[in-house]
């Protein structure tokens, strides 16, 4: 399976949940549309023409382990690591315990065989046990000696009876729309508490990183010590211009999720407006809790972040050579998994100088037509203009 493949997997397709037996979407907050989410095609999100993004099944344990559970007198539901109060006017639904967490069906999508699946919560002691990007993370429990990432997954196709309903009934309704309300009601079984949004923001993660960037810029430290330190050399070259700005001004930070799995990444990058806004010359994400630098960029050697949960990697070996490649961050991992990439070389070819790539891997490009290699450059060019704050502040 071609790797690019496997990363749009992780980014929001689809997967198979066994209590309830239904497709989820696991890469973002909508709700549920009024069409099949599976009729999408792999080409619609930048893989290779005629590939269909297969299913994978969710590991949610051992399917002799899940559960039904019923709420008590007040709401409450027991899972194995925590506990989870639904409000009193949502009723007909049904909710299961798996191992790691509880989720929760629509009773009568359900009955009528409609799947009914509506979100789970899923509570993780080692970060790289889920998938990320499948998994968007809500928040931690933290016990005595202990933190627990908490995640939360949810449909992403119709889930009831759309030949009855031409809208999301009432009953479903209701359970979506608590989703956020049971959540921040988590009550960890052994004890401690449960910390809506901890470990999610930027601010929260990135602070010692901000301070060695100051450090770096204010001292004035050269090409080869920023390298040695995983830092672009750019903030070294910036004060060697001949009419040199302050670069504690003109460079910046900011925080954003570019793989959609709820954890903020840094971006550092040139304060700048026009088409270059939101230029980043280094990148950094959380493994394990801690922050890792993933890559740096450079003049010809640029990078964005795209709308939707990639990065774009801009490259130019100048006027006849430029290569722009998206790529997708694995969740608590610095690896970059190409997802389409296209060229511009009439080294190669000067008749025929556009090319595309869905395995940038292996170095394997296809010639097209300008107008497809337009139509694929379109498809990376909904760039984030990300407003940095200056290090000076």
């Given at each position: 399976?071609?790797?690019?493949?496997?990363?749009?997997?992780?980014?929001?397709?689809?997967i198979?949940l066994?209590?309830?037996?239904?497709?989820?979407n696991?890469?973002g907050?909508?709700a549920p549309?009024?069409e099949?989410?599976g009729?999408k095609?792999a080409?619609?999100?930048?893989?290779?023409?005629?590939?269909?993004?297969?299913e994978?099944?969710a590991d949610?344990?051992n399917?002799?382990?899940v559960?039904?559970?019923s709420p008590?007198a007040?709401g409450?539901l027991a899972?194995?690591?925590?506990?989870?109060?639904?409000?009193?006017?949502?009723?007909?639904?049904i909710?299961?315990?798996?191992?790691?967490?509880i989720?929760?069906?629509?009773?009568?999508?359900r009955d009528?065989?409609f799947?009914?699946?509506v979100f789970?919560i899923q509570?993780?002691?080692?970060?790289?046990?889920y998938?990320g990007?499948?998994?968007?993370?809500?928040?931690?429990i933290?016990?005595q000696?202990?933190?627990?990432?908490?995640?939360?997954?949810?449909?992403?196709?119709?889930?009831w009876?759309?030949?009855?309903?031409t809208?999301?009934?009432?009953?479903y309704?209701?359970?979506?729309k608590?989703?956020d309300a049971?959540?921040?009601?988590?009550?960890?079984?052994?004890?401690g508490?449960?910390?809506?949004g901890a470990?999610?923001?930027?601010?929260d993660?990135y602070?010692?990183?901000i301070?060695q960037?100051?450090?770096?810029?204010s001292?004035?430290?050269?090409?080869?010590?920023?390298?040695e330190n995983?830092?672009s050399?750019?903030y070294?070259?910036m004060?060697?211009?001949?009419s040199?700005?302050?670069?504690m001004k003109v460079?910046?930070?900011?925080y954003?999720?570019?793989n959609?799995?709820?954890?903020?990444?840094?971006?550092?990058?040139?304060?700048t407006?026009?088409?270059?806004?939101g230029?980043?010359y280094?990148?950094?994400?959380?493994?394990d809790?801690k922050?890792a630098?993933?890559v740096?960029g450079?003049?010809?050697?640029?990078y964005?972040?795209?709308?939707g949960?990639?990065?774009?990697?801009?490259?130019s070996?100048?006027?006849?050579?430029?290569?722009?490649?998206?790529y997708?961050?694995?969740?608590?991992?610095t690896?970059?998994?190409?997802?389409?990439?296209?060229?511009y070389?009439a080294?190669?070819?000067?008749?025929?100088?556009?090319f595309?790539?869905?395995?940038?891997e292996?170095?394997?490009?296809?010639?097209?037509?300008?107008?497809?290699?337009?139509e694929y450059?379109?498809?990376?060019?909904?760039?984030?203009?990300?407003?940095f704050?200056p290090?000076?502040?």
């Open positions: 399976m071609k790797r690019n493949i496997i990363a749009l997997i992780m980014a929001g397709c689809m198979t066994c209590a309830c037996n239904v497709n989820i696991t890469g907050t909508a549309q009024a099949d989410a009729d095609t080409a619609d999100d930048g893989t290779a023409p005629d590939e269909q993004v297969p994978e099944t949610t344990g399917e002799d382990s559960k039904e559970i008590d007040n409450v899972g194995d690591l925590f506990s989870v109060t639904v409000p009193a006017d949502v009723t007909g639904y909710a299961f315990s798996s191992p790691n967490g989720e929760l069906c629509d009773k009568e999508a009528a065989g799947g009914g699946y789970s509570a993780y002691k080692n970060p790289g046990d998938a990007g499948i998994d968007t993370k809500k928040g931690e933290h016990l000696d202990e933190i627990y990432d908490v995640t939360i997954t949810q449909a992403t196709d119709v889930q009876d759309y030949e009855k309903y809208a999301m009934p009432e009953s309704e209701k359970i979506y608590s989703m049971i959540v921040n009601s988590i009550k960890p079984a052994g004890g508490e449960y910390i809506a470990g999610t923001k930027g601010e993660l602070g010692d990183v301070e960037f100051k450090t770096a810029i001292e004035g430290w050269d090409a080869n010590k920023l390298e995983g830092m050399s750019m070294y070259a004060s060697q211009y001949e040199a700005p302050d670069v460079t910046g930070y900011a954003t999720d570019m959609s799995d709820g954890i903020d990444e840094l971006a550092v990058g040139e304060i407006e026009g088409e270059d806004k230029l980043i280094d990148i950094y994400t959380m493994i809790r922050p630098h993933v740096s450079y003049p010809r050697d640029r964005y972040v795209l709308n949960g990639l990065i774009v990697n801009e490259a070996g100048g006027a006849d050579l430029t290569e722009v490649v998206s997708y961050i694995t969740p608590n991992s690896e970059l998994i190409p997802q389409i990439a296209v060229k070389d080294y190669e070819n000067k008749d025929n100088p556009w595309v790539s869905f395995s940038y292996e170095g394997e490009w296809d010639k097209i037509s300008e107008d497809e290699f337009n450059l379109g498809r990376m060019d909904d760039i984030k203009r990300l407003d704050t290090f000076a502040n």
